[in-house]
């Protein structure tokens, strides 16, 4: 059986490597010429997969490819393309049509095509399947069989991989699930099959909405514990010793990567679409968003008490990584936090032993050293990642002065460190 995986990036490329390893032969389209040299160099480009992982697969069982052409040789059709956010915060569904637009064409009979992109709920009754019938005349679930099936990869795990995480998944008609459940069932362990597409789109964007709006409402607690003057840090760690019916979540600077602070806008836009706005939602969504405001105003407000002005102000980041221990920075809090002290006149530079170097407004700004010369340097010092291998106790013992909005040097002694959500100058 040959299976095509259209896009090959944190999601696509480890789903292609997982099925080519099933011992399917599969073709991994990308539009990116340079990812698909890297590979049949035999070079990875995704923090989850090491070049062994590709070592014996490429252009044996895994054959990376630009022209989607293949899609004539295939029997299965995997589309892996990214659902970002236009400028104006609403969805961006423009990869999934173009790659459904490129792959018309091509596309035999009796294929079964899955949509892994994570979308609103709808997407694939609407873009997808009466494309599909108008353009090639077919019958969904007869001539042509289509399921969606929601990516559940966490990025950096060491517990979860693709096979053992369960796989939920829907189909247009009961034979496009069966055919669905049947392809993944073969090399995964567990399928969870639901009446519907659009219950299994919905499915996906609940999950990740319900970590923004809990984490939004930690947020919007963190003030409150340090108005009230007791440390969050500590309720929570005592919240969290209940065994039952909870789950622990911390405040930060705010949330970042390409699920979090995306998808529950994909299921507010939708519901408001059908005149029903999701306001505790969009509640959580502003209350994430303006956390690096707070935190730039802490930090303005800790450097005025020691009678320095920000627009004076020598300001380090330490870690940028939108969480820690890897090395993504879309979307990541810390960027925003950057530019924002930046437009307050502050001159910022950061260092993250993940990120060499992020571009901000056309500007590559490079990663700086971390040392004590380093943290001397500082006015302040501002941890927004918690990296596990950053050395806080010499960070606290150079700097002048710390804002830790992640907990990290809740073990470390002396210095003159302030951590968000303890109580003090809230
Ligand atoms: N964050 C907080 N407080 C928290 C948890 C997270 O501020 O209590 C921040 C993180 O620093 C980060 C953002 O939120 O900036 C997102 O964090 P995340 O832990 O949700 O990490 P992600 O974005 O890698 O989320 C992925 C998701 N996986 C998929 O969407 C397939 C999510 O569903 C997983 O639950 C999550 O990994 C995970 O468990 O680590």
């Known amino acids: 059986v040959k299976v095509a995986v259209i896009g090959l990036g944190y999601v696509g490329l480890p789903m292609a490597v997982e099925m080519a390893q099933a011992g399917y032969d599969v073709y991994g389209v990308d539009s990116d010429p340079v990812k698909v040299a890297k590979l049949l160099q035999g070079k990875s480009y995704i923090i989850d997969i090491g070049d062994d992982a590709l070592e014996g697969l490429i252009g044996q069982q895994l054959h990376p490819v630009t022209d989607i052409k293949v899609l004539e040789h295939a029997d299965i059709v995997v589309i892996c393309v990214p659902t970002p956010l236009t400028d104006g915060h609403q969805p961006d569904t423009s990869y999934i049509e173009t790659a459904i637009d ?13 949509l892994e992109s994570t979308t609103y709920p709808g997407t694939t009754e609407e873009l997808i399947r009466p494309v599909i019938e108008q353009r090639r005349g077919w019958t969904v679930g007869k001539d042509f069989y289509v399921c969606f099936s929601p990516e559940r990869v966490d990025p950096g795990s060491v517990h979860f991989n693709i096979r053992n995480t369960p796989k939920v998944i829907g189909g247009c008609t009961p034979d496009c699930l069966a055919a669905g459940a049947g392809f993944y069932g073969s090399f995964l362990d567990q399928i969870v099959p639901v009446s519907s597409t659009t219950v299994a789109e919905a499915a996906k964007l609940f999950e990740n909405t319900f970590r923004s709006v809990n984490i939004g409402m930690v947020n919007e607690l963190t003030a409150a514990c340090e108005k009230i003057g007791i440390n969050i840090w500590e309720v ?18 705010g949330i970042g990567g390409h699920c979090i602070p995306v998808d529950p806008l994909y299921l507010s836009w939708k519901s408001e679409q059908h005149g029903f706005p999701l306001e505790f939602v969009d509640l959580a969504d502003r209350m994430n968003r303006r956390m690096p405001l707070y935190i730039a105003e802490r930090i303005e407000s800790m450097l005025a008490q020691e009678g320095k002005a920000i627009n004076k102000a020598n300001i380090i980041l330490a870690g940028v990584a939108y969480k820690k221990d890897i090395d993504d920075v879309r979307e990541s809090p810390a960027l925003v936090l950057f530019e924002h002290l930046t437009k307050m006149g502050a001159s910022v530079s950061f260092t993250d032993p993940y990120v060499s170097s992020f571009k901000l407004n056309g500007e590559e700004i490079p990663s700086r050293t971390a040392n004590a010369q380093l943290w001397e340097s500082a006015d302040i010092v501002v941890i927004t990642t918690d990296h596990s291998v950053v050395n806080y106790q010499q960070l606290v013992d150079h700097a002048r002065l710390v804002f830790d909005t992640r907990n990290a040097t809740a073990h470390c002694t002396g210095g003159h460190v302030v951590i968000l959500g303890h109580p003090g100058d809230g």
């Open 102 to 114: 490129q792959a018309i064409p091509h596309l035999r009979r009796q294929t079964l095509l899955i």
């Open 236 to 253: 929570l760690d005592a919240a969290a010793t209940k065994p039952f019916g909870y789950m622990p979540f911390y405040p930060g600077p």
